[in-house]
């Protein structure tokens, strides 16, 4: 069975940093481009970034670009989002995504590229 499952959310000041991972079970991350979602209350679904699986190039939306990072640990099986200089409008449940489809040849947009998505992660920016 196919799961990916978010980790590493939690409470953080304005300015500080999180990281956050998705741990693959029943599927090997490396084979496949990860794309990270976020979805803040009352508000849609919005894609946040991705990372292919040919040479780690990264992509992202203009809201976090230069503050979000997207690594990979293959030995582990886990992709992380590194998120720094933390907003309030950051404050959201984070997924991760991964489709057979999906590339990632640039930043994602819209939700139907994907087949198996993550429970989420609370990230939660406050002082």
Known sequence: QVQLVESGGG???????????????GVALPDYAVAWFRQAPGNEREAVGCVNKANSRTYFVDS????????????RNLVYLNM?????E???????????????????????AYD????????????
């Open 11 to 25: 409470l953080v000041q304005p300015g500080g940093s999180l990281r956050i991972s998705c741990a693959g079970s």
């Open 64 to 75: 976090v670009r230069g503050r979000f990072t997207v690594t990979r640990d293959n030995a």
């Open 84 to 88: 720094f200089r933390l907003k309030p």
């Open 90 to 112: 950051d404050t959201a449940l984070y997924y991760c995504a991964i489709g057979e489809q999906f590339t990632c040849s640039g930043a994602p947009s819209g939700l139907t």
């Open 116 to 127: 198996k998505w993550g429970q989420g992660t609370r990230v939660t920016v406050s002082s």
